[in-house]
């Protein structure tokens, strides 16, 4: 079974996501993501719900009792409290493209950033 520091940074890396930004919308210390991304901790329970909520996955996933990656659908009032709507549709849009796909974009946007 994978622990759950992998399958959260696992997450927060597809959605490009930063330790600090993940902590900024938790409302934890950077530290703490660090810990829980280790193993060293395990975050607590609301703090598994918001990220399941936040990752768009089921918290069975997310604590690595399920190896589907069952969606959950993501509350507008909570989403719309941390990301920009046009940001979360960019992550369903990603999750959609073929591996090829993603991988052209992320070429694309290591040229935007030059």
Not at 51 to 74: E, H, I, N, Q
Request: aromatic share 8%; proline share 1%.
């Amino acid at each position: 079974m994978i622990g759950i520091g992998i399958i959260i940074k696992e997450l927060r890396k597809e959605i490009g996501c930063s330790q600090s930004k993940l902590a900024e919308v938790l409302g934890v210390t950077q530290d703490s993501i660090s810990l829980w991304e280790n193993d060293k901790r395990i975050p607590d329970a609301s703090y598994i719900v918001m990220m399941a909520k936040f990752f768009d996955v089921s918290t069975d996933y997310l604590l690595g009792l399920s190896g589907d990656y069952k969606r959950v659908a993501v509350g507008e009032d909570f989403a719309q409290e941390f990301v920009k709507k046009e940001e979360i549709q960019l992550i369903r849009d990603y999750r959609n493209l073929s591996e090829e796909k993603k991988e052209l974009l992320a070429e694309y946007i290591k040229i935007l950033r030059k």
